[in-house]
């Protein structure tokens, strides 16, 4: 009976998440397009590339709009229930308040388990095949990930220093390099060259038309001109600069990973650090929007359809302000990492366990 009873409460809760979601993610296109129409319409870009544009976006617009659709969901679940009767019967039949609301909760962090999923799989691919899209088939910015940089300096392991006036991501170049090498703390060769170019097929990087120095303790040091010199500096490009951050284009692991880069190279790394926390904290927003909805409709005793849609809209979008807000203290390092991933869920689970209390519900 009780298994049969839960599993009447959760059928209620998918219609509603999938009228949600697939809504709130057209709103949220829509927004995105007219916000770009106009490099769209500059642009000249034809139907098959705006097309590719919309479905490449769409993982993303779930992943961000999955919540709103959870808390929708709880509403108009609830609401049908207490308007139809079930709410009632249920509390006379001797279930607790909270027992009815356990399966819609199971609901919330099965939509949350998807959502992390999504976010870590194809939605991260799919926006930056969106953002290539974007930048460089219809605005015509071939540089938009910033990979070519101007007067740089880059540690690149076993005591090797590279300074470059220009470093070429897209091309695994670089011109007017020079490099110092040390050993035991003091400088062991110098090399100043043209240019330096990646071998992908041998995995080091090889210097053109330049000047080898090679210093050998008190002893005058050993000059030495080369057209060509194959080096034992093995760091691939993509090591020495990173590429533009963009949030929304990785996954929980590329942040790891670029955390390590960066610790490596000695760069600050307060906004991977909070972009870290902020993933891993953004499927509990289900289950905490799903407790927000059940105090709300408890608490309201509402079951108008409209006003449910607007308060899940309004409410959603304004949860999503929040977590905007502590990432932004985050990546300046007014709050802990940690803390700026899970304060909104946090403060919102909390809020939502004083309406259940103030309902009776718990």
């Known amino acids: 009976m009780k298994k049969v009873f839960y599993r009447y409460i959760a059928r209620s809760f998918w219609a509603p998440f999938g009228f949600g979601l697939a809504v709130f993610c057209l709103l949220l296109l829509f927004g995105s397009l007219f916000d770009n129409l106009n490099f769209f319409l500059k642009g000249h870009a034809g139907p098959e590339i705006f097309l590719r544009y919309v479905i490449y976006q769409a993982p993303y617009f779930m992943v961000k709009m999955t919540p709103i659709a959870t808390l929708l969901a709880v509403l108009f679940a609830l609401g049908g229930m207490m308007s139809g009767g079930e709410w009632k019967a249920g509390l006379a039949g001797g279930w607790r308040p909270f027992d009815m609301i356990k399966p819609l909760l199971a609901c919330a962090f099965l939509t949350g388990a998807g959502q992390f999923v999504l976010q870590e799989t194809a939605a991260p691919d799919f926006f930056i095949r969106s953002v290539y899209l974007f930048q460089e088939k219809v605005r015509g910015s071939e540089d938009w990930q910033r990979l070519v940089k101007k007067d740089v300096s880059f540690f690149a392991g076993d005591e090797a220093f590279v300074t470059a006036h220009i470093f070429d991501g897209r091309q695994k170049s670089m011109k007017r390099v020079i490099v110092n090498i040390y050993k035991e703390g003091k400088l062991y060769l110098e090399i100043n060259a043209a240019t330096a170019r990646w071998q992908q097929d041998l995995k080091r990087w090889a210097f053109n038309d330049g000047l080898m120095i090679k210093y050998d303790g008190d002893a ?41 880069r960066l610790k490596a190279v000695g760069a600050p790394a307060a906004a991977e650090r909070t972009l870290l926390w902020v993933k891993l904290a953004a499927p509990l927003a289900n289950p905490a929007m799903a407790l927000i909805g059940a105090a709300m409709v408890l608490l309201l005793r509402t079951n108008n359809k409209f006003f449910s849609f607007g308060l899940a809209l309004g409410f959603g979008f304004f949860f999503w302000a929040v977590i905007i807000m502590t990432q ?30 103030r309902a009776r519900a718990i």
């Open 220 to 260: 005058k040091p050993v000059t030495r001109r080369f057209a060509e010199y194959q080096s034992a500096i093995s760091v691939p490009p993509e090591h020495l600069v990173l590429e533009k951050l963009v949030p929304e284009g990785v996954s929980a692991l590329d942040v790891l990973r670029r955390l390590r």
């Open 328 to 357: 932004e203290a985050g990546n300046s390092e007014l709050l802990p990492a940690a803390a700026a991933g899970f304060a909104p869920v946090v403060l919102f689970t909390l809020a939502s366990l004083w309406g259940l209390r």
